[in-house]
């Protein structure tokens, strides 16, 4: 069973940073995407960000591309997503993902039903 769990969530003035990370177990296979997923209040869920942790190719969403970063740390088995010039757009509750097999990174984005695990979530603030 994979378990993932978040940390690094908080509160941050626009134009800050924060760092996200997602420490993950239990996987049997080196096969799969790892990523984050956003939902803003009364706004749908958004991928942001992916790694396979097959090839490393990354995806990141539009909104979010220049600003984050994607990484992962084998030793750790974590994924961190560093977060850059955050506006209050960013605003929202942040999900560490995982699809499992051999999946291209964009399918983050594809929606909850594509990802086999979720973490609990962290909450990004992010005041004007």
């Known amino acids: 069973q994979v378990q993932l769990v978040e940390s690094g969530g908080g509160l941050a003035q626009a134009g800050g940073s924060l760092r996200l990370s997602c420490a993950a177990s239990g996987f049997t296979s080196d096969r799969y995407v790892i990523g984050w997923v956003r939902q803003a209040p009364g706004k749908e869920r958004e991928g942001v960000s992916a790694i396979s942790n097959s090839n490393g190719n990354t995806y990141y969403t539009d909104s979010v591309k220049g600003r984050f970063t994607i990484s992962k740390d084998n030793a750790k088995n974590t994924v961190y997503l560093q977060m850059n010039s955050l506006t209050v757009e960013d605003t929202a509750a942040y999900y560490c993902?995982?699809?499992?097999?051999?999946?291209?990174?964009?399918?983050?984005?594809?929606?909850?039903?594509?990802?086999?695990?979720w973490g609990k979530g962290t909450l990004v603030t992010v005041s004007s």
């Open positions: 993902a995982v699809a499992l097999g051999i999946v291209a990174p964009e399918i983050v984005n594809r929606g909850m039903d594509f990802m086999d695990y």
